[in-house]
């Protein structure tokens, strides 16, 4: 009699302690009942007695890596040797609930578009961890992650959600749209490489839905932080693409200048600076007067800076460009770019570490106008350096000449450096918000 192929293939990937991976398989004894099914789990390269106890389990399949691989490559080796249509995948320190895979199992089967459900997840004391993953801008990242849901209590529900993303600590995949997708992505780690499959899913047309019905605890709780390589990743692939939630209100928000203030050219020079450049950017965009140009230098970014530098330009639809810095010049060769290429009469120069409040060029040039006789004046903006505002050609002088006046926090390099020049130095201060 042939062997009955499975609806499902469980894959559970163990990374340690056994602890949690014993506490997930035997949760999986009522949370997948009524589902033919197979049970694979994935030894990541664990040191503890993981290696020694799987292997004597019964009604399972075991793989080992001898060295640990990361949860991408240890869930793509147990679905490359999967026979079930769905996929589902587990961290180990998930404890699916009863009922678990019935839910996801049936939102699947009911639409065929319907290519990942989601589990929600809920921590050990009963609050909501996510409810799927969204995106929000400028928090800090470009396009930054967030858990949906989180915090609130878990109430019964039953409801199924079409999400951005959902987490691979409890997710059923149809088998055949993520070996069309080519599975995770080994290169990134976790977080980022279950983001980036799901958004390729709902790009090729697939929907990606949260089925609240479905209910994992995931004991090891944590944040979805990624780290910056991950990020600059994923503002290549996906900004502009998905859907953002704007906590801020930042692209609504309308400028509210002062009129009568001169034309300003707003310099930043940049250099692998995504983590902090969206809310800068989107900041600096609201205090721009309809005469105001904003020059956006960029050193060299590797990180995703400068394609997300470009994508703002082209986005705000105002005097904004990216201008390059001068070869192997760093930093201090961005400004003299940026400075280069200002057509205004007073430029600014902003680190990108800072956001500045609403109105923060206005208040910053009438005080340099009631003081009359200052021909530079400077606030500081640890650790970066000091935001400057004063004659375009002196400004350029100085970078030429003494440029790293601008990259340090002591006013007194560039106070000399202005009297030098036949300037004076006055000092406000002045928040510029973080």
């Given amino acids: 009699m042939p062997e009955q192929i499975p609806q499902v293939s469980i894959v559970v990937v163990a990374d340690g302690p056994f602890r949690d991976t014993y506490r997930c398989l035997t949760a999986l004894l009522e949370a997948a009942s009524g589902v033919p099914r197979e049970l694979i789990v994935v030894d990541d390269g664990t040191t503890d007695e993981t290696r020694l106890a799987l292997p004597r389990l019964e009604g399972l399949t075991t793989l080992r890596a001898e060295e640990p691989g990361g949860f991408p490559r240890a869930a793509n080796a147990g679905a490359g040797v999967a026979r079930g249509p769905y996929l589902a995948f587990l961290h180990a320190d998930s404890e699916p609930q009863p009922g678990w895979l019935s839910p996801l199992l049936e939102v699947a089967l009911s639409d065929r ?38 915090g609130a209590p878990a109430l019964p529900a039953c409801d199924v959600l079409d999400v951005p993303a959902v987490s691979s ?22 977080i980022a490489s279950t983001l980036d499959l799901c958004l ?12 609240r019905g479905s209910t994992a605890v995931h004991h090891r709780r944590c944040p979805v932080e990624i780290p910056d390589a991950d990020a600059a990743w994923l503002t290549r692939r996906w900004l502009g693409k998905v ?19 001169p034309a300003l050219s707003v310099v930043v020079p940049v250099k692998n600076a995504l983590g902090t450049v969206a809310p800068c950017l989107e900041a600096l965009s609201r205090n721009l007067g309809p005469e105001d140009e904003l020059i956006i230098a960029d050193a060299g970014s590797d990180d995703g800076t400068g394609e997300y530098a470009s994508l703002f330009a082209r986005d705000v639809r105002r005097a904004v460009r990216v201008v390059a810095g001068e070869a192997l010049g760093g930093l201090e060769g961005a400004l003299r770019s940026g400075l ?16 500045p409040p609403d109105g923060f060029l206005d208040a910053f040039t009438e005080l340099v106008e009631k003081a009359g006789s200052p021909s530079s004046v400077a606030t500081a903006t640890p650790p970066a350096g000091a935001c400057v505002l004063g004659p375009t050609e002196l400004l350029r002088a100085l970078s030429c000449a ?12 560039l106070a000399r450096a202005v009297a030098a020049h036949g300037g004076e130095l006055g000092i406000v201060e002045q928040e510029t918000g973080r």
């Fill in 340 to 355: 280069d290429s200002a057509t205004r009469a007073t430029a600014v120069l902003f680190h990108p570490v800072a956001a």
């Fill in 200 to 211: 390729r899913l709902r790009g090729a047309g697939d929907r990606v839905v949260l089925a």
């Fill in 113 to 150: 578009e319907v290519a990942v459900a989601g589990s929600r997840l809920v921590t050990p004391d009963g609050a909501v961890e996510s409810d799927g993953i969204a995106f929000a801008y400028a928090a800090p990242y470009p396009l930054t992650p967030f858990a949906h849901g989180g």
């Fill in 243 to 261: 859907p953002l939630f704007d906590p801020s209100g930042a692209r609504e928000a309308a400028p509210q200048t002062r009129r009568g203030r």
């Fill in 402 to 413: 003494t440029p790293g006046v601008f990259f340090t926090t002591d006013p007194g390099p």
């Fill in 169 to 190: 600590a409890a997710m059923l995949v149809r088998a055949e749209a993520f070996r069309r997708q080519g599975g995770f992505d080994e290169v990134h780690g976790q």
